[in-house]
């Protein structure tokens, strides 16, 4: 992985751990809350959510981004990196959801209607990021 990969990888992180914080955190807390299924004390707290790790995981995610936007499609402007991570993001939150759905009490139907387009909308966000940082000369 290149410096400019990286780097992108770092931005596209810190996108989706601010997004992240943002919607499913704060704004849609009591929706996502509604919509968990009949599995009970799955889920932390809020005081007793792992930052840390939520961190390492949105850096992971991003620099996964990054490697197949910037080695694998080749991106290099923002609005190549947007529709192609909201592509890939919707695939793969489409097929988490649906296997945790299939397979779990953690999550209703509804969640899932919730959840994948909020997670192309974090992944085009991250993957504009990610895709302007390629661009650049």
């Not at 402007?77 to 489409?94: P, Q």
């Amino acid at each position: 992985m290149n410096t400019k990969t990286l780097i992108s990888g770092l931005l596209g992180g810190v996108c989706y751990f601010l997004l992240g914080w943002l919607i499913y955190g704060v704004l849609l807390k009591d929706a996502m809350n509604s919509s968990m299924g009949s599995a009970t004390g799955v889920m932390r707290g809020h005081d007793d959510m792992l930052l840390w790790a939520i961190a390492l995981g949105n850096i992971a995610t991003g620099l996964g981004m990054a490697y197949i936007l910037g080695n694998w499609a080749g991106v290099t402007s923002w609005a190549g990196g947007a529709k192609a991570a909201a592509t890939v993001g919707a695939l793969f939150a489409i097929g988490y959801d649906l296997i945790m759905y299939a397979t779990s009490n953690m999550m209703e139907l509804n969640g899932i209607f919730m959840d994948v387009p909020i997670s192309i909308f974090m992944s085009a966000s991250a993957g504009a990021v990610i895709g302007w940082w390629l661009g650049r000369s």
